[in-house]
T-cell receptor, first 109, second 114 residues
Framework: GQNIDQPTEMTATEGAIVQINCTYQTSGFNGLFWYQQHAGEAPTFLSY??LDGLEEKGRFSSFLSRSKGYSYLLLKELQMKDSASYLCAVRDSNYQLIWGAGTKLIIKP | IAGITQAPTSQILAAGRRMTLRCTQDMRHNAMYWYRQDLGLGLRLIHY???????GKGEVPDGYSVSRANTDDFPLTLASAVPSQTSVYFC?????????????FGPGTRLTVL
């Protein structure tokens, strides 16, 4: 079966750095996405990785290791508005997105 | 209209009733998707359409049907609603169904079936 694993919940302090991990087992791999979802709102795109390595985009970076079936999302200089759920999704061999259940990130002052 | 719109925003429905959730996009995207999101579970694909005139089944298609008569609209119909279909439904679209294509989501419909 196909599986995406993420921690259910994480807590971090405003101004700090947090790393949200995602491991996956899917039938094929055609890219990995990270989305942000605020409570009661739609998911919004954050990043896309298809090759191994780090993609940096402002305060957010995403890393991929295809051989390990592993990715992480790194958030720097945390702000209160970063309190949200972060969804990891993998595009499989059928080009469908398989989604993790999401990691709820709580930012404390 | 800018992006994707969904209607209604929320709905309470009696079991056994028929319901159509509407989705319209103005980005001229070829591919469209319907997901449901339940607490503790990831988004699950119900149906998809890679281009106007074609549809396909996702992970959880039973009890749902879709049509794609044109590029902009992708309605989802529950023929006879059941309580297990209580969920938040998101419509999404992408330029194509290619590997790098980002999916953009509508605001969602919160559906309660009693």
């Amino acid at each position: 079966g196909q599986n995406i694993d993420q921690p259910t919940e994480m807590t971090a302090t405003e101004g700090a750095i947090v790393q949200i991990n995602c491991t996956y087992q899917t039938s094929g791999f055609n890219g990995l996405f990270w989305y942000q979802q605020h409570a009661g709102e739609a998911p919004t795109f954050l990043s896309y990785n298809v090759l191994d390595g780090l993609e940096e985009k402002g305060r957010f970076s995403s890393f991929l290791s295809r051989s390990k079936g592993y990715s992480y999302l790194l958030l720097k200089e945390l702000q209160m508005k970063d309190s949200a759920s972060y969804l990891c999704a993998v595009r499989d061999s059928n080009y469908q997105l398989i989604w993790g259940a999401g990691t709820k990130l709580i930012i404390k002052p | 209209i800018a992006g994707i719109t969904q209607a209604p925003t929320s709905q309470i429905l009696a079991a056994g009733r028929r319901m159509t959730l509407r989705c319209t996009q103005d980005m001229r995207h070829n591919a469209m998707y319907w997901y449901r999101q339940d607490l503790g579970l990831g988004l699950r694909l119900i149906h998809y359409s890679n281009t106007a005139g074609t549809t396909g089944k996702g992970e959880v298609p039973d009890g749902y049907s879709v049509s794609r008569a044109n590029t902009d609209d992708f309605p989802l119909t529950l023929a006879s609603a059941v309580p297990s279909q209580t969920s938040v439904y998101f419509c999404a679209s992408s330029e194509t169904s290619g590997s790098a294509d980002t999916q953009y989501f509508g605001p969602g419909t919160r559906l309660t079936v009693l």
